[in-house]
């Protein structure tokens, strides 16, 4: 799984400036869910090969015991739980003061991995104006300027130096032979009552593994011969192991999950109907690339109008998601699961698809024949050859001239005559355009 970056300090010393030089882009993932506080974002970057999460957090008092600062406290005390390595940060300009050290102190007790950064420190010369902030007694303080983005990738090879993590070089060999199937959704929409069902029903093998340092639980399980790894988001543990701070729901946990798995199911409660929190998973899980199967828990503790109201909103907010196969289940009761297991190896089958470049191009060139692209101005795009270009999820990539003028309509369009002809349900469907490059462009 992705290591996590925690970004911890008092305010305006510049954590939000370099929340987006870590992610390299300000419309980074935001998991603005209910629960969390609107200054904590979540955002993804990439070294690399190494690809990492950054929590973005207001400014810290550890100490403060009332208002929005006690909230805000106690939102950065998740983000520190939920971390691999914190980053505090501290402003070079400003200097010391007496809230670094509470939080220095803070930091300590929590015993974890801990960068401590100088932030606003370009032109300034080690050594001279920083030497004050080994006060805190967490080691070698990094100089650095968000702003200007000095420092920053030293910084990001310190943090991830930390942990045991594959080097760029590095392969990590999988078994494709297992399905990794994550269970996201909000708090209490049934997700542990679904995982107990089908442990106890189907009466399969189980076993939990230790995950990553935020305790997420990976279940193997056997069901009619394939083998599964059961990638929980709902926190199978004793009570006794639960941080304090740490709500129910992690988003942390959610979109490691989600990228560490072949297909997710959506778990939704039919009791509350699509909320913000489902659209923004749901969301990721099509950023990802992820395939994905919807089901709508609880379905028997709604009447008819709730139903139709369910429906409704699923058509409307997760319409993106059409492709997906929708099932009405009841984890408690046991109803609806057996088809639920045949969508989630539709989807796992469709995501991992081979399709072959004589079959693909025969496919293009009728779609072609059928309806061909419009004109744009003086040129009209034409269409050649198509390959697979990668699965989970499914790559298409199509050669010929003038594709940049390929409209989003005509690459629907394409792309449901692709998924009607290998039956591509469950899954995204990702297709690229490869211009042919002009022999005369440079001639004179």
Known sequence: MK???A???????????????????RDAIVADFAGLTRDRHY?????????YIVIDTGGFEPDASSGIYKEMARQTQQAVAEADVVIFVVDARLGLSAQDHDIANYLRR????????????????????????????????????????????????????????????????????????????RPNAGKSTLINTWLGEERLVA???????????????????????????????????VFEAIEKFSVVKTLQ?????????????????????????????????????LAVNKWDAVDEYQRQLVQRSIETRLGFLKFAN????????????????????????????????????????????????????????KLRYAHQGGMNPPVIVIHGNSLEH????????????????FNLVGTPLRIEMKTSDNPYADKD
């Open 406 to 421: 390929v409209t989003e309509a005509y690459k629907r369009f394409l792309e449901g005559r692709f998924r009607k002809a």
């Open 207 to 241: 076993f939990d593994m230790p995950g990553t340092t935020r305790d997420a639980i990976s279940v193997p399980f056997e069901r009619n011969g394939q083998k599964f790894e059961l990638i929980d988001t709902a926190g199978l543990r004793r009570k006794g192991k």
């Open 43 to 51: 955002g993804q970057g990439r070294l690399g090969r190494r690809e």
């Open 257 to 293: 999950a989600i990228e560490n798995a072949n297909v997710v199911l959506l778990l939704i409660d039919a009791t509350q109907g699509v909320t913000d929190q489902d659209a923004h998973i749901a969301g990721f899980v099509l950023d990802s690339g992820r395939a994905v199967v």
């Open 326 to 381: 929708l099932h009405f289940i009841s984890a408690k009761k046991r109803q609806g699961l057996g088809p639920l297991w045949t969508s989630i190896a539709q989807a796992h089958k469709a995501a991992t698809c081979k399709m072959t470049t004589p079959v693909l191009t025969r496919l293009l060139l009728e779609a072609v024949q059928y309806q061909t692209p419009k004109k744009t101005g003086m040129f009209r795009p």
């Open 3 to 5: 290591p996590v970056l």
């Open 110 to 185: 929590i015993g974890k991995p801990c960068l401590l950064v100088a932030n606003k420190a370009e032109g300034m010369k080690e050594g001279v104006q920083l030497v004050e902030f080994y006060e805190l007694g967490l080691g070698e303080v990094i100089p650095v300027s968000a702003a200007h983005g000095q420092g920053i990738r030293s910084l990001l090879e310190h943090a991830l130096d930390q942990l045991d993590l594959p080097q760029e070089d590095e392969e990590v060999e999988e078994d494709t032979s297992v399905i990794k199937l994550a269970v996201a959704g």
């Open 7 to 25: 970004l911890v300090g008092r305010p305006n010393v510049g954590k939000s400036t370099m929340f987006n030089r870590l992610t390299k882009s």
